[in-house]
């Protein structure tokens, strides 16, 4: 598995032309190698696989990383690395762009290799999830179903924001995720309308809209998903119209994704259904996102995303309407491309539940 | 209080000829703001305070910050920096180091400004903390402590790791903190030789060490605290001697804080001391760090620390001797630095404790 990846990016680093890569994003160094700790790099050259790590991870290393030569740093990373590239001969040296500025400055001052930034060599092959990844993608999904559902007959008037979040985060944990996906969103009334609210003290209401964004772990794979509960109260008929309206373009974005076409066109069909019922202004962000050994990564189902949607990819479809003062709704799935077409790996019900 | 924050920042604008400075890292943007949001950036020239996040977090921003001038992003955040900077005549443009290169290649390629990278403006400012973030960080000790001391009777003999991890982390959350500060240690028998193990499915047994390394949070500022506990069995007496060596170090790092010494000298003391004791070769990492809205900040104690003790500092000391197959004992402690010495923070004992 991890060898077959390897060998994909040498072939890549081949194509453009480059002596050596070095990986320095750690989630592509665990797609590469299964390390699952969190300091390390890598260098690929056209025949060496060489990990590094810091003496705090070594018995971890050696326990999890095969087929790599491992050596520990001993704190002086940029003089190991410029050492290592005139020892190997590399002239023309690949690196990562999400390294900091601070770190290409160290490089360039003291290699005499050329630095030649590269683009998403690792992350566009994580786009496409392998059989494997998949499995630990909807392990990932189903103990977050459960971590909910358990916790679903307590989001009820009365009860606050931050005791349903922490008690989904008890329920994932004690599925076996080792962490949530991310900080959990309970976010009700009027604090519904910001997208990213975090959980306050604020008890929920008749009358509210309940969004709870939440995803779990396994494997190091994560899911990610939303739903909305609406709490019996006034105005009844327009948050029912605003539901709707989410769940309509839900089903639309879920239906346009075909091999082939590109993500915006996902985002489009979405959009198109949230301002066609007069809602335009109020969904503000993309429609969705690829999920894997990261929460939110590529590809990019936005307004400005021209990536191709392929068999084997994994994202999410979420649109939301949010309304000053009166609240937001957000319905968000996760998908997988199979046959050409969507699968939805999200089991849970979307159907608008009235909570009296 | 953020105010004279800003001031300061402007000041050092002065000082280093720039026209604007780019705040790109997101604690740094709530040091000055007080913006609890995990997306934004800030312009600060000699005479605006530029305040920018997305859609998202609208109505977070205008509930949390004051003296900015907020705008909401639309999604091309190059283009829109670039047109200010054009507004805003700026020449000379700073920036922080720890943007990607990526980020840095854009605004190179789109701006005329002459792109000037800057190191630790508003960390060094963080370095010293002030009355109410010290009010914080012990707030955020005090959570750690209550949660330790309430897991504390289940770490014997039988227990898992993994549970103990769990149970602290409930505990913490109980206690107020929105997370906790880094993913917790335990580590037991073997593991604890690691010291960055991850808490496994393995039971505490007779004659480990159980390294525990945990820390709370309290109004986004953190605290970090180790210790460690000797479960009674075979070879007691090395054991007990690796432990009181640690101690030993601890204690002479902690009265060897004076203010105007270089951090390095506080790490020679703890590291003399392992070393005279014969356990060099097993203290690999440094004696300690800052803490504050990061876990890990300024200055940092190792032997190549060459910042300068002030008052106002709060950082760890943690020295540690890590045996393979035997196993560790890490304790670390919180202290600040008041009337030109270190006062301990962390309340808990660290006196060696042998559970049966």
Redesign the interface.
């Known amino acids: 598995m991890t060898n077959e990846r390897t060998i994909n990016i040498r072939r890549i680093i081949g194509f453009r032309k480059l002596d050596g890569l070095l990986i320095t994003n750690i989630k592509n160094i665990r797609y590469l190698t299964g390390f ?3 300091s390390g790099f890598l260098i690929i050259t056209k025949n060496k696989n060489l990990f590094f790590t ?7 290393a050696e326990a999890e990383v095969t087929g790599w030569e491992i050596t520990i740093e001993n ?1 002086r990373r940029t003089k190991l690395i410029t050492g290592l590239i005139r020892k190997l001969a590399i002239k023309r040296l690949g ?1 990562e ?6 770190f ?2 160290l490089l360039r001052a003291k290699l005499s290799a050329v630095l030649a ?1 590269q ?1 998403n060599i690792v992350e566009n092959l994580r786009k496409i999830k392998d059989k494997e990844e998949i499995e630990s993608i909807k392990k990932a999904i189903e103990r977050a179903e459960g971590a909910f559902l358990a916790v679903k007959p307590g989001i009820r008037p009365g009860a606050r924001e931050r005791y349903i979040a ?1 008690k989904i ?2 329920q994932l ?1 004690k599925r076996g995720c ?2 949530p996906a991310f ?1 959990i969103i309970t976010a009700s009334g009027k604090n519904s ?6 959980p306050s003290e604020k008890k929920i209401e008749r009358g509210d809209f309940v969004i709870i964004d939440w995803g779990g772990e396994a494997d190091g794979y994560y899911s990610d998903m939303t739903r909305t509960l609406l709490m019996n109260g006034k105005g009844l008929s327009d948050k029912i119209r605003i539901y709707e309206t989410v769940n309509n373009a839900r089903k639309k974005a879920v239906v346009s994704v075909k091999e082939g076409i590109k993500t915006q066109d996902i985002d489009a069909a979405a959009r198109d259904a949230i301002r066609k019922a007069g809602y335009g202004e109020f969904f ?2 993309g429609t969705g996102h690829g999920v894997g050994l990261d929460v939110h990564e590529h590809p990019r189902v ?1 307004w ?1 995303g021209s990536e191709r949607v392929r068999n084997g990819m994994v994202f999410t479809v979420e649109p939301g309407i949010y309304v ?1 003062e009166l609240g937001g709704v957000r319905i968000e799935d996760m998908i997988l491309v199979k046959n050409g077409k969507a699968e939805l790996l999200t089991g849970l019900s979307r159907d608008l539940e009235i909570i009296n």
Chains 1, 2 share one sequence.
């Not at 762009?97 to 601070?102: D, N």
């Open positions: 699952t700790g969190s810091d003496f705090r991870y070594k018995e971890q704190g690196f762009q999400s390294i900091t500025y601070e290409y400055d930034p683009k922490l985060e008890e944990k080792k962490c900080d309308s910001m997208p990213h609210a975090r503000g962000h936005s400005t000053p």
